[in-house]
């Protein structure tokens, strides 16, 4: 009972912590001189944030502009680094953030700085900006469009379920997993598709100032090393945080550019979440192992991972 009332006092404790540190976290409205930037783009870019096992984690298009706006309101930031390790994301989510960024870079230098990743949208992103800094290493490029879907007809077939197809709209349920697209069907959706795509690498070229023999090469959909990136014209300077800081720094025309981190404020119940997630992992792993000899201590700190 004693144990109780104590793990019951420090999940409390945990609570009120968190309310006092979600008073100062992503404090980022604070007085700075010659300031950079730093915008993270993390994840999948979507319409809103996202946490979904299926989906995937992302950032929504409304945070990441937040903070850009952030940036640009703050007199003391001089210039913006967007922070981008992300695959890409949905077409409208990652062209409101690449139009964003182009109209901030007429009143502040924007360095884009891709560290692992920055392909497809996330890639349309880094276009927006004024200069483009790689890891040489990172991924680049993939400038295509892709729809698909998982289409089941001939797994409801094998098992003796049939699919009564009801619709008003001869293509209404184009697309539907329970059936074969037919070769016309298979047309229109490529078309649509190639029409994004069109529009995907018009920007992209007007963006870089690509000429036609980089449009050509880049409108494969094939993605890119770093080093790759830099002789197509997709990267301007090969590097990492440093390299980033410096860029902007240049263009900004300052010399020693005090950081300021902009990232997305966590909710208090997130906060509670993570230390009350963290209170209970060590409480059941005290619990657990109380139940077994100590010879199994080892095993169970495995599994606790």
């Known amino acids: ?58 950032m929504g298009s409304d945070t990441i502009i937040s903070n850009l706006k952030k940036a640009k309101e703050n007199k003391g930031v001089k210039a913006v680094i967007l922070e981008i390790n992300s695959p890409g994301g949905t077409v409208v989510a990652s062209r409101e953030v690449a139009n964003y960024v182009k109209e901030l870079s007429e009143s502040k230098p924007v360095v884009a700085w891709i560290r692992e990743v920055g392909a497809s949208g996330a890639y349309w992103v880094a276009s927006g900006a004024d200069a483009i800094v790689a890891d040489d290493m990172s991924i680049t490029g993939s400038i295509g469009v892709i729809s698909s879907y998982l289409e089941f007809s001939g797994l409801l077939e094998k098992y003796g379920v049939d699919y009564e197809r009801l619709v008003a709209g001869e293509l209404k349920d184009v697309g539907s997993p329970y059936r074969d697209l037919t070769e016309a069907e298979r047309r229109l959706m490529n078309a649509k598709l190639n029409k994004i795509q069109d529009l995907f690498v018009k920007e992209i070229s007007e963006n870089r100032k690509l000429n036609n023999q980089q449009i050509n090469e880049i409108k494969s959909g094939f993605f890119y090393l770093g080093v790759e990136a830099k002789d ?74």
């Open 232 to 305: 197509l014209g997709l990267v301007d300077v090969l590097g990492g945080r440093d390299a980033a800081i410096e860029k902007a720094k240049e263009l900004a025309g300052i010399k020693d550019g005090n950081i300021v981190e902009y990232k997305p404020k966590e909710s208090l119940l997130a906060l509670i979440e993570k230390f009350t997630n963290k209170a209970f992992l060590y409480m059941g792993r005290g619990i657990g192992l109380s139940l077994f000899d100590h010879k199994y201590e080892s095993r169970l700190e495995v599994l606790a991972i």
């Open 1 to 58: 009972m004693k144990k109780i009332k104590i793990i019951f006092v420090t999940v409390i404790l945990l609570w009120v912590a968190a309310y006092f540190i979600s008073l100062g976290f992503g404090d980022d409205s604070r007085i700075i001189s010659d300031g950079i930037a730093i915008v993270p783009v993390k994840g999948i870019i979507l319409s809103e944030d996202s946490n979904d096992i299926f989906t995937g984690s992302g």
